[in-house]
T-cell receptor, first 115, second 109 residues
Framework: GAVVSQHPSWVICKSGTSVKIECRSLDFQATTMFWYRQFPKQSLMLMATSNEGSKATYEQGVEKDKFLINHASLTLSTLTVTSAHPEDSSFYIC???????????FGPGTRLLVL | EDQVTQSPEALRLQEGESSSLNCSYTVSGLRGLFWYRQDPGKGPEFLFTLYSAGEEKEKERLKATLTKKESFLHITAPKPEDSATYLCAVQSGNTPLVFGKGTRLSVIA
């Protein structure tokens, strides 16, 4: 149980285009979802927290107009990187937390490469 | 502010050589301490949640323990497939997890 999926697992895009990443909780309802970014050999950096039906809460320094988060249902959250640039290239990981237990379960990650 | 410090940063073990990873934390009201395993290029995989001092949990060669100030992840007779980065995180209140920087474990056959 407690499986979180992400799609796509890999995406390569041209600079200036927008990319959407989906995160789904497959066997539980996630009242809260989280989006992280991870650079090579570094720990996870929290970007934003979203609750179903509410606006996401962004961490300091994260541009909310660039990283659009939608938590449309209890099993789906999306992260859209708008007008992507090479510096947005990174490993993006989502996480979902059910009501109980209060454990965060992580997706497999999406590697984004902006050319 | 909640803080998590993991040590060592990296650990190299021979196959079968048992050891422990440390996670020291300061938190205003611990709601849970979590251990994850992360393989290169993958998302973290949940291992354990510990809620109160004195609690212990085991899974195969791994055993996690918790005190009021730190947690240990004991690895007994490790195998090469145990090589990964092990992440510790704490939660207080209804906040997101606060992660340590992780311990990179390499187990050599």
């Amino acid at each position: 149980g407690a499986v979180v999926s992400q799609h796509p697992s890999w995406v390569i895009c041209k600079s200036g285009t927008s990319v959407k990443i989906e995160c789904r909780s497959l066997d539980f309802q996630a009242t809260t979802m989280f989006w992280y970014r991870q650079f090579p050999k570094q720990s996870l950096m929290l970007m934003a927290t979203s609750n179903e039906g509410s606006k996401a809460t962004y961490e300091q320094g994260v541009e909310k107009d660039k990283f659009l988060i939608n938590h449309a249902s209890l099993t789906l959250s999306t992260l859209t990187v708008t007008s992507a640039h090479p510096e947005d290239s990174s490993f993006y990981i989502c996480s979902a937390r059910p009501t109980t237990p209060e454990t965060q379960y992580f997706g497999p990650g999406t590697r984004l490469l902006v050319l | 502010e909640d803080q998590v410090t993991q040590s060592p940063e990296a650990l190299r073990l021979q196959e079968g050589e048992s050891s422990s990873l440390n996670c020291s934390y300061t938190v205003s009201g611990l709601r849970g301490l979590f251990w994850y395993r992360q393989d290169p290029g993958k998302g973290p995989e949940f291992l354990f949640t510990l809620y109160s001092a004195g609690e212990e949990k085991e899974k195969e060669r791994l055993k996690a323990t918790l005190t009021k100030k730190e947690s240990f992840l004991h690895i007994t007779a490790p195998k090469p497939e145990d090589s990964a980065t092990y992440l510790c995180a704490v939660q207080s209140g209804n906040t997101p997890l606060v992660f340590g920087k992780g311990t990179r474990l390499s187990v050599i056959a």
